[in-house]
Antibody
Framework: EVQLLESGGGLVQPGGSLRLSCAASGFTFSNYAMIWVRQAPGKGLEWVSAIAASYGTTYYADSVRGRFTISKDFSKDTLFLQMNSLRAEDTALYYC???????????WGQGTLVTVSS | QSALAQPRSVSGSPGQSVTISCTGTSSDVGGYNYVSWYQQHPGKAPKLMIYDVTKRPSGVPDRFSGSKSGNTASLTISGLQAADEADYYCCSYGGTYNVFGTGTEVTVL
């Protein structure tokens, strides 16, 4: 059974940093691309970032490019999202998900909440 | 990377059919056959319902179907049931990005 467990969320001040983790199990982590998707309170889903299966190619939404960095640790089967220069509009529930194929995310975690506020 | 346009809400009685549209551009919806649909119940993670425009993952009822014409994709729910009441989001691959729709609330009357 595929399991994705996010952690690392919390309350941070504007301009601060936070690193989210997504521990993966139940599948061969190195064979799959992964993504981060966020959902602001009461709002819709927003694609944030993606990383290729094994070569490390990364992609970012315009809203986070230059501030967020996605990465994978194959020794720990863990996906990361390093978030710097955080803004109030980054407040959201952050989900990690496994990419089955282009544009298809077949397994999701339960999310970790990030709140950016002074 | 503008969000795909979906109707804010649709509704139907049990047993009826509802269709949700998802309009993008030639750079995303119209340019690739990589449109997916997700169901999200309150407080829950999204669930994949349709992928590659028309395909259903194992376990998703055949009451759910997808289609596409030009820059607009659609999700049809036939034989509407109370359990189908949820938010639905489309998503399209755009080459170097993915973009979600604005979301549609489905209400079963």
């Amino acid at each position: 059974e595929v399991q994705l467990l996010e952690s690392g969320g919390g309350l941070v001040q504007p301009g601060g940093s936070l690193r989210l983790s997504c521990a993966a199990s139940g599948f061969t982590f190195s064979n799959y691309a992964m993504i981060w998707v966020r959902q602001a309170p009461g709002k819709g889903l927003e694609w944030v970032s993606a990383i290729a299966a094994s070569y490390g190619t990364t992609y970012y939404a315009d809203s986070v490019r230059g501030r967020f960095t996605i990465s994978k640790d194959f020794s720990k089967d863990t996906l990361f999202l390093q978030m710097n220069s955080l803004r109030a509009e980054d407040t959201a529930l952050y989900y990690c998900a496994k990419i089955y194929s282009s544009g298809t995310f077949d397994d999701w975690g339960q999310g970790t909440l990030v709140t950016v506020s002074s | 990377q503008s969000a795909l346009a979906q109707p804010r809400s649709v509704s139907g009685s049990p047993g009826q059919s509802v269709t949700i549209s998802c309009t993008g551009t030639s750079s995303d919806v119209g340019g690739y056959n990589y449109v997916s649909w997700y169901q999200q119940h309150p407080g829950k993670a999204p669930k994949l319902m349709i992928y590659d425009v028309t395909k259903r993952p194992s376990g998703v009822p055949d009451r759910f179907s997808g289609s596409k014409s030009g820059n607009t994709a659609s999700l049809t729910i036939s034989g509407l049931q109370a359990a189908d009441e949820a938010d639905y989001y489309c998503c399209s691959y755009g080459g170097t990005y993915n973009v979600f729709g604005t979301g549609t609330e489905v209400t079963v009357l």
